[in-house]
């Protein structure tokens, strides 16, 4: 079937839908991993927005059952260069096409991607529409243009968590969730996870460090996750402007200096501002696995996977607060530290899932951190 992708700036690409009929809008941005597209189907940070594949081939390994991020799709659509119409991967249970079509999601095939990464490479990230039923660029782009930015929605509230609840599974083994908080099984040390658009593998590496986790919504209060008792605290990855988590942050602002924090990427953008600092936002963003980040303290670089359009302006930060890593290709801020206060930060995601396992050890750097913070008792 026939699609059309209409840009607001009026640039339009022709394609074949691959997903499920109708029309959608949203943010395009691209993605440059050359792998990973179940991890990103399914990162509730790509909400609100249509990824663009770099990669040419996508969907030749089919779904599996273990790497999705979340329990279902988020972004509102796929744009690929050659969609693969069958599997070829022995975890597989499904084909790329079958599973989009399960959620009801859109997608393109047969787009020159390329032109349409340059084009945004060039111009920035733009709102687009897809459609299957409106084929007249001129149509779609007054709807590209009337339809809500990024910054105008609270897209966090549409994918954190209804309640909290325990999170049981381990890197090697099938997802399990306890939904009760009172069925905790004591780990050691209690680490409760802001759920602003978690990914399932944060949550699998706070369980291979030793920590019992409790996720929670994101509009908890500091006085609720106080009342956990817990050791520790992350602020967790998820979609949209940071400016629109004030909950978040005033909760984060209550919880410093009374609880170690740890934050990644959105986390790391509320934690900023919880200090004091500034955001803004990049012109097309970081999206791959293959983002250098140097450690300013120790100068080692690690290839890190990232997804965000926000930074936090290092200029903006108060001398209470250490830039510790920076963006090789752009010299923006990836990580940060309170000098006196236990709360550190990083940009990019040290889970990984899909990307390069070498800034795993910070997860280890946060149990160091609690433990440091507050010795845990002997049994």
């Given at each position: ?65 273990q ?24 975890r ?66 549409e ?117 004091g ?44 607060v ?7 290709y ?43 913070a507050?010795?845990l008792?002997?049994?």
């Amino acid at each position: 079937m026939q699609a059309l992708l209409v840009l607001e700036d009026g640039t339009f690409f022709w394609g074949r839908s691959f997903g499920v009929p109708g029309e959608c809008v949203g943010e395009v941005v691209f993605n440059t991993g050359m792998t990973g597209y179940q991890e990103i189907l399914t990162d509730p940070s790509y909400r609100g927005q249509m990824v663009v594949m770099t990669y040419p081939h996508i969907g030749n390994t089919g779904i599996n059952d273990q790497d999705g991020e979340s329990a279902r799709p988020h972004l509102r659509a796929l744009i690929v260069r050659d969609a693969s119409v069958r599997e070829s991967n022995w975890r597989a249970h499904q084909t790329l096409v079958r599973y989009l079509g399960e959620h009801e999601v859109m997608a393109l095939t047969d787009v020159d991607t390329r032109a349409l990464t340059r084009h945004l490479r060039q111009f920035g990230a733009l709102r687009g529409v897809i459609s299957t039923e409106d084929l007249d660029p001129d149509s779609l782009r007054r709807k590209a243009l009337a339809a809500p930015t990024t910054s105008d929605q609270d897209l966090v509230a549409e994918v954190t968590c209804a309640r909290p609840y325990e999170w049981t599974q381990a890197l090697e083994s099938g997802w399990h969730i306890v939904r009760h908080t009172s069925q905790i099984v004591d780990r050691g040390l209690h680490v409760v996870v802001y759920d602003c658009g978690v990914k399932r593998n944060i949550l699998r590496q706070l369980i291979r460090v030793g920590c019992r986790v409790t996720v929670v919504p994101a509009q908890t209060s500091a006085h609720e996750v106080l009342a956990l008792h817990p050791d520790g605290i992350l602020l967790s990855n998820g979609p949209g402007d940071p400016e629109n988590v004030p909950y978040t942050i005033e909760a984060v602002r209550s919880l410093l200096g009374q609880v170690p924090i740890f934050g990644i990427c959105l986390g790391h953008q509320v934690l900023g501002l919880a200090l004091g600092g500034k955001k803004r936002k990049l012109k097309f963003g970081h999206h791959g696995s293959n983002h250098p980040v140097k450690d300013l303290r120790s100068g080692q670089i690690a290839i890190t996977a990232q997804n965000h359009n926000f930074v936090i302006d290092t200029d903006s930060l108060s001398g209470e607060v250490e830039a510790t890593h920076i963006n090789l290709y752009d010299g923006t801020l990836e990580g940060m530290r309170h000098r006196s206060l236990p709360a550190f930060s990083v940009q990019y995601h040290p889970e990984a899932a899909p990307g390069p396992h070498d800034a795993n050890p910070l997860f280890n750097d946060f149990v160091q951190l609690m433990c440091c913070a507050q010795p845990l008792e002997s049994p």
